[in-house]
């Protein structure tokens, strides 16, 4: 099982909705994801896998060089571009 946060700036608004779309991607797919939810603060604490985020942060994660793999979506209602960014990640897990 591979753990993932979905964060944003504040971990209020945008990434509580992605955290909620993201859920139901891993719940419909069978994906073995736990997914958990915060706040950027908790970034350097998390000892997970993937960090799903929004495309602007996720570059800045990047070039931060956080040990997870980072996962920016564009959107955080498409659940589409969370599925197929999701699986992704997991075939280079693999």
Not at 20 to 34: D, G, Q, R, T
Not at 51 to 63: G, H, N, P, Q
Request: proline residues 2%.
């Amino acid at each position: 099982m591979y753990k993932a946060l979905v964060a944003c700036r504040a971990g209020v608004g945008s990434s509580l909705m992605l955290k909620i779309k993201v859920a139901e991607v891993v719940n419909e797919n069978n994906l073995p994801v736990e997914v958990e939810h915060s706040s950027l603060d908790a970034v350097p604490g998390f000892d997970g896998d993937f960090i799903i985020t929004l495309v602007d942060v996720a570059e800045e994660l990047r070039e931060q060089g956080v040990k997870q793999t980072v996962i920016g979506m564009t959107s955080v209602v498409d659940k589409n571009e969370i599925k197929e960014k999701l699986e992704a990640a997991l075939r280079e897990k693999e």
